[in-house]
Nanobody, 115 residues
């Protein structure tokens, strides 16, 4: 069982930055792929970024060059550094851990970007 707790969301102005953190419990963190998803009001949840257990990363086209996902296996924590934020980045950001067929989700953290 893995529990995920996100933090770092908030209100930021256009062009600003935020760093989200996802603290994971459990021993399997280093084996899991970690990802950030987001869901805007009235829209489906979408993948923002993923980092595999080996450190490979991939990003949604809309955030490439602005967001950086990383992980610290010693701290059982994944991060999402967000820069040059836009109003369209607004939404609830969810941390996800994927291990084989098992998926775990955090409770989400709100990010609001004002124009």
């Amino acid at each position: 069982q893995v529990q995920l707790v996100e933090s770092g969301g908030g209100l930021v102005q256009f062009g600003g930055s935020l760093r989200l953190s996802c603290a994971a419990s459990g021993r399997i963190f280093r084996l899991a792929s970690m990802a950030w998803y987001r869901q805007a009001p009235g829209k489906q949840r979408e993948l923002v970024a993923r980092v595999t257990s080996g450190g490979s990363t991939n990003y949604a086209d809309s955030v490439k060059g602005r967001f950086t996902i990383s992980r610290d296996n010693a701290k059982n924590t994944a991060y999402l550094q967000m820069s040059s934020l836009k109003p369209e980045d607004t939404g609830v950001y969810y941390c996800n851990a994927e291990l084989g067929t098992l998926f775990y989700w955090g409770q989400g953290t709100q990010v609001t970007v004002s124009s």
